[in-house]
């Protein structure tokens, strides 16, 4: 009879990828979720250019004229309305200015208010102009709304690496908790199965799916907002792999001594949230004060994240995200060793 | 490859151990535990919950670091021969919750893959009767199935010894005469099973030789009927009479022909006895003259729980 070859990391591999595969709400968080929201987030951040200054012109005799006047102007909208109601607005800001058309043409506005200043120079340039003042020197224009420079430039890198994150750090520790409360690892240590076997396939068995998860966020990005890949792909690859591993390993971490999923949770929580919010997903982590910005910098999303900007809209090459990855690599390994010695079977 | 490396066969029994000891933190679960199992016997470690039986069969597994005392497997230890000892037992631990949405088949593939050598996974499968079952996820599965399937996980490695915790504790009385087959079967192929139940009728069906744990400690040890006939009587007679009649004094019931000892618990009397065609008699003679009626009367043939409430005074189970 003819022996049939056996590798236990092949069969534990396969266990994980299967089991992920037959969770069908796993399989939407991991994949569909992210397309989902980049798209979500895509569209309401869409860059429409400044809204256009809503101003009220009461009654007067000239009032129809005195609109039409502003109105020349296209980034202005003029409503005809009666004085108590033109107060009303401009009080509750629902207008920037309310214009008394008497001679002279009174206008009224709070200056404190950046949309009235901004309609003050707007409506007077306008009025001006129509009657018939002459610039003095020439000026031009140069209109810029650059691809790398909107919204959704800034974000997809950012949604890449809170998913590499999210799915690295749950995958790998509900897995193993849920192993560790059935006693199934106990039961695996009680077999010749050597422990790195098993660290082993979930790394494997998430890297099978890295490529998928991010491939489908990025091929999205390209073809829905037209978002740049200006460097290596090659490169890029990379930096995700990486990313993947360290966050494989943070997970195994944090899931390293826990029994339950409820306290394994918890501990995902406290170390994932304040990446949310310091690392540059959703905003810029600049935004946060100068005294903390070490601590941002030493987190492995926030170097991840900026690896990633670096490289897929700034088009830098790899080398230059060296220190960058060095961070992203020390985390890897650093919580890994610790996961192995912390590692509880039982 | 090194195969044959496997197989060495060192002297001495299947398993010994001496002297075992394991605390947790106040409480001693095992005490001062010594147990020897010859090879192809089927072993059994019999006791109420909480006697510290998992807690023996997990040291000798190498699951747990005894406190004290030595353990020694195919005359192998757990320091110096752990890597060839794992390859060499198949184990069910209790409670072990298999992967969910793995097939029956994937769930026995993914074990054997663990092993150096093996039975092929279709003749395991066929083995325990799980063949209709194969494509089936583990979550779809019986009690009864679940269990025969955490067997074959252990059966796959073809062991030298088996351990089984509980094997059959919660099934159905026809899942567990499935069970039953199997480890039979695994024993007519010279297989060592050690065993842990606190099912008597487990123990007197299966193992040759059982030993009786309270309090971590082994008080009585030998085969099924060894053990009963230390009781020095085959048959149990228990009766209960009617409230407020007195009860019997017990040099009068020690009188009767053929009883050896006697009992009382909680208004009920329980006789042990040699010939119960003679003590049956004599004692409806007795609750005659003395005016006593029976609310209750049973016997039965002596088993392993009459043994164990004979030396504790206690069930084996609450019931």
Same mark, same amino acid.
């Given at each position: 009879?003819?022996?049939?070859?056996?590798?236990?990391?092949?069969?534990?591999?396969?266990?994980?990828?299967?089991?992920?595969?037959?969770?069908?709400?796993?399989?939407?968080?991991?994949?569909?979720?992210?397309?989902?929201?980049?798209?979500?987030?895509?569209?309401?951040?869409?860059?429409?250019?400044?809204?256009?200054?809503?101003?009220?012109?009461?009654?007067?005799?000239?009032?129809?004229?005195?609109?039409?006047?502003?109105?020349?102007?296209?980034?202005?909208?003029?409503?005809?309305?009666?004085?108590?109601?033109?107060?009303?607005?401009?009080?509750?800001?629902?207008?920037?200015?309310?214009?008394?058309?008497?001679?002279?043409?009174?206008?009224?506005?709070?200056?404190?208010?950046?949309?009235?200043?901004?309609?003050?120079?707007?409506?007077?340039?306008?009025?001006?102009?129509?009657?018939?003042?002459?610039?003095?020197?020439?000026?031009?224009?140069?209109? #810029?709304?650059?691809? !790398? $420079?909107?919204?959704?430039?800034? /974000? &997809?890198?950012? +949604?890449?690496? *809170?998913?590499?994150? @999210?799915?690295?750090?749950?995958?790998?520790?509900?897995?193993?908790?849920?192993?560790?409360?059935?006693?199934?690892?106990?039961?695996?240590?009680?077999?010749?199965?050597?422990?790195?076997?098993?660290?082993?396939?979930?790394?494997?068995?998430?890297?099978?799916?890295?490529?998928?998860?991010?491939?489908?966020?990025?091929?999205?990005?390209?073809?829905?907002?037209? #978002?740049?890949?200006? !460097? $290596?792909?090659?490169?890029?690859? /990379? &930096?995700?792999? +990486?990313?993947? *591993?360290?966050?494989? @390993?943070?997970?195994?971490?944090?899931?390293?001594?826990?029994?339950?999923?409820?306290?394994?949770?918890?501990?995902?929580?406290?170390?994932?949230?304040?990446?949310?919010?310091?690392?540059?997903?959703?905003?810029?982590?600049?935004?946060?004060?100068?005294?903390?910005?070490?601590?941002?910098?030493?987190?492995?999303?926030?170097?991840?994240?900026?690896?990633?900007?670096?490289?897929?809209?700034?088009?830098?090459?790899?080398?230059?995200?060296?220190?960058? +990855?060095?961070?992203?690599?020390?985390? @890897?390994?650093?919580?890994?060793?610790?996961?192995?010695?912390?590692?509880?079977?039982? | 490859?090194?195969?044959?490396?496997?197989?060495?066969?060192?002297?001495?029994?299947?398993?010994?151990?001496?002297?075992?000891?394991?605390?947790?933190?106040?409480?001693?679960?095992?005490?001062?535990?010594?147990?020897?199992?010859?090879?192809?016997?089927?072993?059994?470690?019999?006791?109420?919950?909480?006697?510290?039986?998992?807690?023996?069969?997990?040291?000798?597994?190498?699951?747990?670091?005894?406190?004290?005392?030595?353990?020694?497997?195919?005359?192998?230890?757990?320091?110096?021969?752990?890597?060839?000892?794992?390859?060499?037992?198949?184990?069910?631990?209790?409670?072990?919750?298999?992967?969910?949405?793995?097939?029956?088949?994937?769930?026995?593939?993914?074990?054997?893959?663990?092993?150096?050598?093996?039975?092929?996974?279709?003749?395991?499968?066929?083995?325990?009767?799980?063949?209709?079952?194969?494509?089936?996820?583990?979550?779809?599965?019986?009690?009864?199935?679940?269990?025969?399937?955490?067997?074959?996980?252990?059966?796959?490695?073809?062991?030298?010894?088996?351990?089984?915790?509980?094997?059959?504790?919660?099934?159905?009385?026809?899942?567990?005469?499935?069970?039953?087959?199997?480890?039979?079967?695994?024993?007519?192929?010279?297989?060592?099973?050690?065993?842990?139940?606190?099912?008597?009728?487990?123990?007197?069906?299966?193992?040759?030789?059982?030993?009786?744990?309270?309090?971590?400690?082994?008080?009585?040890?030998?085969?099924?009927?060894?053990?009963?006939?230390?009781?020095?009587?085959?048959?149990?007679?228990?009766?209960?009479?009617?409230?407020?009649?007195?009860?019997?004094?017990?040099?009068?019931?020690?009188?009767?022909?053929?009883?050896?000892?006697?009992?009382?618990?909680?208004?009920?009397?329980?006789?042990?006895?040699?010939?119960?065609?003679?003590?049956?008699?004599?004692?409806?003679?007795?609750?005659?003259?003395?005016?006593?009626?029976?609310?209750?009367?049973?016997?039965?043939?002596?088993?392993?729980?009459?043994?164990?409430?004979?030396?504790?005074?206690?069930?084996?189970?609450?019931?």
């Amino acid at each position: 009879m003819s022996e049939t070859r056996y590798s236990a990391i092949r069969e534990l591999t396969l266990w994980r990828v299967r089991e992920f595969l037959r969770e069908p709400e796993a399989v939407f968080w991991v994949f569909a979720f992210p397309v989902l929201l980049s798209f979500a987030l895509g569209i309401a951040f869409k860059s429409r250019g400044p809204e256009a200054v809503r101003v009220a012109v009461v009654p007067g005799p000239d009032a129809v004229v005195v609109a039409a006047m502003i109105e020349s102007d296209s980034s202005v909208v003029a409503v005809l309305v009666d004085s108590i109601t033109a107060n009303n607005q401009l009080r509750t800001g629902r207008v920037a200015m309310v214009i008394i058309p008497t001679d002279p043409i009174v206008l009224r506005f709070d200056s404190t208010r950046e949309e009235s200043h901004l309609a003050r120079l707007v409506v007077a340039n306008a009025l001006q102009r129509v009657s018939g003042r002459r610039d003095a020197i020439d000026l031009r224009e140069q209109r #810029v709304t650059e691809v !790398g $420079s909107r919204y959704i430039d800034f /974000l &997809i890198p950012g +949604l890449l690496g *809170m998913n590499i994150m @999210g799915t690295g750090m749950w995958g790998i520790g509900f897995a193993v908790v849920k192993a560790r409360s059935g006693k199934l690892l106990k039961r695996f240590l009680a077999s010749p199965m050597s422990k790195s076997q098993y660290l082993l396939a979930h790394i494997l068995a998430r890297l099978v799916f890295l490529a998928l998860e991010v491939g489908s966020v990025l091929l999205f990005a390209v073809l829905v907002f037209d #978002v740049p890949v200006r !460097g $290596s792909l090659v490169g890029l690859s /990379l &930096i995700v792999v +990486l990313g993947a *591993m360290a966050f494989s @390993g943070l997970g195994l971490l944090v899931a390293s001594r826990s029994r339950t999923v409820e306290g394994v949770s918890g501990l995902m929580n406290l170390v994932m949230v304040p990446m949310w919010i310091f690392s540059g997903v959703f905003f810029s982590s600049a935004n946060f004060p100068d005294a903390i910005q070490p601590f941002i910098r030493a987190l492995p999303l926030t170097a991840l994240n900026d690896a990633l900007r670096a490289v897929m809209i700034d088009g830098e090459p790899l080398a230059r995200t060296a220190g960058l +990855l060095a961070v992203v690599t020390a985390w @890897g390994v650093g919580s890994f060793v610790l996961a192995l010695r912390l590692f509880r079977w039982r | 490859m090194a195969a044959n490396d496997l197989t060495t066969n060192g002297s001495g029994p299947a398993v010994r151990c001496r002297g075992l000891v394991k605390r947790y933190n106040d409480v001693v679960a095992v005490n001062g535990l010594d147990v020897e199992v010859g090879r192809g016997d089927c072993f059994g470690l019999l006791g109420p919950n909480g006697a510290g039986k998992t807690t023996t069969i997990e040291i000798l597994q190498g699951l747990l670091p005894p406190d004290e005392g030595s353990v020694e497997l195919l005359g192998l230890t757990w320091q110096r021969n752990e890597r060839e000892l794992r390859q060499r037992l198949g184990t069910q631990l209790q409670e072990t919750k298999l992967p969910d949405k793995l097939s029956v088949l994937e769930t026995i593939t993914l074990f054997r893959s663990f092993y150096d050598k093996g039975v092929p996974v279709a003749e395991v499968l066929a083995k325990v009767g799980l063949q209709e079952k194969s494509a089936a996820w583990v979550s779809k599965l019986s009690g009864g199935q679940r269990q025969r399937l955490a067997v074959a996980c252990a059966l796959v490695c073809d062991p030298d010894i088996l351990f089984l915790d509980e094997p059959t504790t919660g099934l159905d009385p026809q899942s567990r005469h499935q069970l039953w087959d199997i480890i039979q079967d695994f024993r007519a192929r010279g297989g060592t099973v050690v065993l842990t139940t606190h099912y008597m009728e487990e123990a007197e069906r299966l193992c040759d030789r059982v030993a009786i744990v309270d309090h971590g400690k082994v008080i009585a040890q030998g085969s099924p009927s060894q053990l009963i006939a230390s009781l020095g009587a085959e048959h149990v007679v228990d009766f209960a009479l009617e409230e407020g009649a007195a009860a019997l004094p017990e040099p009068a019931l020690l009188a009767l022909p053929g009883v050896t000892g006697v009992h009382t618990d909680a208004g009920k009397t329980r006789l042990t006895v040699t010939r119960a065609h003679e003590a049956m008699p004599a004692l409806m003679t007795l609750l005659r003259d003395r005016n006593a009626a029976l609310t209750e009367l049973t016997t039965h043939r002596a088993t392993l729980e009459d043994v164990f409430i004979s030396l504790t005074g206690r069930h084996l189970r609450d019931e």
